[in-house]
């Protein structure tokens, strides 16, 4: 186990832990140790493929990975805020209900999966299947906001939340994959580009921007820059197509009764 | 067809559990020698994908002293599955050098069968006599041993490259085949996590015939289809697992049929009917109709990714909406793929450049140059 790097151990608030080599299941004791003991900022450094950093924690706490943290970062995760240094793998924010999540690099797929609040910053690239299954409910809305392009099966069954895919690095290929918001039947996505309508699932048509769209465009686009670093200068809110469902129960007629 | 007992002592219960097989692979362009311990540090990044029921290896240019030869990985139940096997070997082949397959007892690898390697070329009489070239004859070798000898299987049988398997998690299967003690410009390694069928020697991966092996996270929905075409060819598929196929096809379309590899790729993972209807290229859009047509049988279905090894390189690839992970990552001449980018950064702390490769997409890194 790597070893804490502030001397003092008691009232300390901020401590670095050493992940080197450490098993996922150690690291995430020690990090719930740290908490219990009052810690309210923790550097892991070192991380290499440890799962479920931040898992079904429920203090406000800070949390800060060096390195690729492994699957699921951030799952069940309920009020702490975690800063990824580097990209992050598969299953990021899964099933998350309230706190932010910043990668400063890419992150893999099913990113937000059955997510019902809380923000998700991403600098880079994510991948495929990203917001699947998000929901909200009264005032837990989930925010995804991705610097660059994603995969196939963006926004796939979406039943709420707000998603935003901006596209700057655009010139290396297309913003999004096919089968956007197949499924979906709630929530709002903001791509930054145009989309062709074979991109689209059936169940989702292109709107125009309302004035409350301009709104929160400016507003998450504003503490994406602030989070991430990222040069938003570039972007326009009228380069925005915002898709929605146009059906609330798109497979209302597939049951039998 | 009917194995009878062919299997009796391999069979183990199994009950079904989730799937998160992990896999990794890396080669280097320029053919430099790159240590087995390298491929076992990466393996262990992806312990927790597996579940101790199966682990393996393929490197290749690690047999530069038999190059020529097949060298063939054969594992025995008993001695009387030896005998009967080393008759057909010395019937059919000329061994040059025959040995036990060093292994470094372990705990935690049990129920180890007998394990020798046989390098050895075709008999040039029965080549002549039959006129069928050695490949060809020494895939009906192997699926005749296979198929017919109980309890014996070959495992590994391409030139200057060995498959080293076991049940066990992967980096103990590699410290206990002692892959610290080879090098070769490529591997791939595997941790299993069986699902719908048994961890047993045979099943763990890579799986192989002559330089093909191919490692492999998820399930051949198409595996009945799959296995029927290709017993049309004489592949007979013996070892259990859906995996088999895919390393059968890759031999049946590159090396039968001559297809180019990204060509072979497209048939394994096949474009969408909607999205070659969207082709704007005419020329394209009529080979992937015609691939379709011809090659039905030999589309993959179902959720994969895949490494695949050959003699001259690696190549990864998905199924057509990416349904298990797949990361690569480059750094010099060094090309890396695995179902996670921790198990790249720990044998790569800073790559040039990581991306994630698009479904049905192949990522293919081969030598520049001659070894």
Request: glycine content about 12%.
């Amino acid at each position: 186990m790597g070893k804490a790097a502030t001397s003092d151990k008691t009232g300390s608030k901020s401590m670095t832990v050493d992940a080197t080599g450490v098993h996922y299941k150690d690291l995430n004791c020690r990090v719930r140790g740290l908490i219990a003991e009052g810690c309210r900022e923790i550097t892991l450094d070192g991380v290499n493929g440890q799962r479920y950093i931040g898992d079904g924690l429920t203090d406000k706490v800070r949390i800060i990975v060096n390195g690729v943290p492994g699957n699921d970062l951030g799952a069940f995760m309920d009020g702490p805020t975690l800063f990824v240094n580097e990209n992050a793998q598969d299953g990021v924010g899964n099933t998350m209900n309230s706190g932010k999540i910043v990668v400063k690099g890419h992150v893999g797929d099913v990113m937000g999966y059955g997510m019902r609040g809380g923000r998700i910053f991403v600098l880079g690239n994510v991948g495929y299947r990203v917001g699947i299954h998000m929901k909200s409910f009264k005032d837990q809305v989930p925010v995804i906001v991705a610097g660059g392009r994603a995969g196939d099966f963006f926004g796939e069954y979406m039943a709420g939340g707000v998603m935003v895919l901006l596209g700057l690095n655009a010139e290396e290929g297309p913003l999004v994959g096919n089968y956007v918001g197949t499924g979906m039947h709630g929530g709002v996505i903001f791509l930054r580009g145009q989309v062709s309508e074979r991109q689209l699932g059936e169940e989702v048509r292109v709107f125009p921007l309302e004035e409350e769209d301009r709104c929160q465009l400016e507003s998450l686009l504003a503490e994406f820059a602030a989070e991430t670093g990222a040069d938003i200068s570039p972007v326009s809110i009228d380069e925005f197509a915002k898709l929605m469902p146009f059906s609330h129960r798109p497979y209302g007629n597939m049951y039998c009764y | 067809m009917a194995f009878g007992d062919k299997y009796s002592k391999w069979r183990v219960d199994e009950s079904r559990v989730p799937a998160a097989c992990g896999l990794s692979g890396v080669i280097s362009q320029d053919g430099k020698m790159i240590g087995g311990d390298v491929i076992i540090e990466s393996m262990k990044v992806l312990h927790d994908r597996g579940n101790g029921l199966g682990g393996g290896f393929a490197g290749y240019g690690i047999y530069p002293r038999y190059n020529d030869h097949y060298a063939l990985h054969i594992m025995f139940e008993d001695a009387d599955g030896r005998a009967a096997c080393e008759e057909m070997l010395e019937m059919n082949l000329e061994v040059e050098a025959a040995e036990e397959i060093p292994t470094l007892p372990s705990p935690q690898i049990q129920d180890v069968p007998e394990l020798r390697r046989y390098f050895a070329l075709p008999r040039g009489e029965k080549l002549l006599a039959e006129a069928i070239e050695p490949d060809d004859f020494m895939v009906r070798l192997v699926m005749g041993i296979n198929t017919t000898v109980p309890g014996t299987f070959v495992f590994s049988s391409g030139k200057n490259m060995g498959v080293f398997k076991a049940v066990g998690f992967a980096e103990d299967v590699g410290e206990f085949y002692r892959l610290p003690d080879y090098s070769g410009y490529s591997w791939i390694g595997h941790g299993r996590f069986p699902t719908n069928t048994p961890g047993w020697w045979g099943g763990a991966h890579p799986f192989n015939i002559l330089d093909w092996a191919v490692v492999h996270n998820g399930e051949i929905s198409s595996y009945g289809i799959n296995k029927r075409y290709l017993e049309m060819f004489g592949y007979e598929c013996t070892l259990l697992t859906d995996t088999e196929v895919m390393a059968y096809l890759f031999d049946l379309l590159v090396r039968k049929h001559r297809l180019p590899l990204e060509v072979a790729c497209k048939v394994l993972a096949a474009p969408f009917w909607k999205d070659i209807d969207n082709e704007s290229d005419p020329i394209e859009r009529e080979l992937e109709e015609a691939l379709r047509v011809a090659y039905g049988s030999a589309l993959v279905n179902g959720p994969f990714a895949v490494i695949v090894g050959y003699s001259r390189g690696i190549v990864g690839l998905n199924d057509r909406i990416k349904l298990r992970p797949l990361v690569a990552a480059g750094k010099d001449d060094f090309l890396y793929i695995s179902s996670e980018e921790s198990a790249i950064r720990q044998i790569c702390p800073r790559p040039d450049r990581v991306w994630a490769p698009s479904a049905g997409q192949p990522v293919i890194g081969e030598l520049k140059g001659d070894l």
